[in-house]
């Protein structure tokens, strides 16, 4: 079983600074790591995700997240921020050896990313 | 292409009252989830399908969750008799591969 650590509940920033989400997991096994947004009102919406190859992963709206296994940290970073920006921010994990009908991502508590003009 | 749609996107509900919520998945996505998100935590698996077969749902409360997926396509989540610890987004989303689909999700607030 697989289980994800979201660090920070709540991240202030000011507009144009830069930002860091942290995120860990612990596994037995190897893993498939993603990023979702969450705006106010709806659904989940994927960011980035990192199956396999290059650690350093690039998403939508300028993040990028970088894969780090020997931390078993998968941080969400975004050099300049927008106000659009602030929502909710989950960071997820799931059994990378796990066929498609049985993929079962578990999900962190949240990061809500607050962006100050 | 079309989102995964969900209805009602709000239900204010008396405890002891019965709910159900609807989901259509993106066309050709045979597997489908529903998960429960409470205020302030990241969403919770209740239930997954691969086309109408259940492959886990050992998180569902059965003496008052149900949910079916017949013929493979959309989905119904209901609750009978609703708890106020029921007061919760109920999520679904859909996939093909890796990759999940949310819906919108449905503002359940049990009073």
């Known amino acids: ?117 | 292409e079309a989102g995964v749609a969900q209805s009602p996107r709000y239900k204010i509900i008396e405890k002891r009252q019965s709910v159900a919520f609807w989901c259509n998945p993106i066309s050709g996505h045979a597997t489908l989830y529903w998960y429960q998100q409470i205020l302030g935590q990241g969403p919770k698996l209740l239930i997954q399908f691969q086309n109408n077969g259940v492959v886990d749902d050992s998180q569902l409360p059965k003496d008052r969750f149900s949910a079916e997926r017949l013929k493979g396509v959309d989905s119904t989540l209901k609750i009978q008799p609703a708890k106020l610890e029921d007061s919760a987004v109920y999520l679904c989303a859909s996939s093909f591969s890796y990759e999940q689909y949310f819906g919108p999700g449905t503002r359940l607030t049990v009073t």
Do not use: M
Request: aromatic residues 12%; glycine residues 8%.
């Open chain 1, 1 to 117: 079983a697989q289980s994800v650590t979201q660090l920070d509940s709540q991240v202030p920033v000011f507009e144009e600074a830069p930002v860091e989400l942290r995120c860990n997991y612990s596994s037995s096994v190897s893993v498939y790591l993603f990023w979702y947004v969450q705006y106010p009102n709806q659904g989940l919406q994927l960011l980035l995700k990192y199956l396999s190859g290059s650690t350093l992963v690039k998403g939508i709206n300028g993040f990028e997240a970088e894969f780090n296994k020997s931390q078993t940290s998968f941080h969400l970073r975004k050099p300049s921020v927008h106000i659009s920006d602030t929502a909710e921010y989950f960071c997820a994990v799931s059994d990378a050896g796990a066929s498609g009908g049985s993929y079962i991502p578990t999900f962190g508590r949240g990061t809500s990313l607050i962006v100050h003009p």
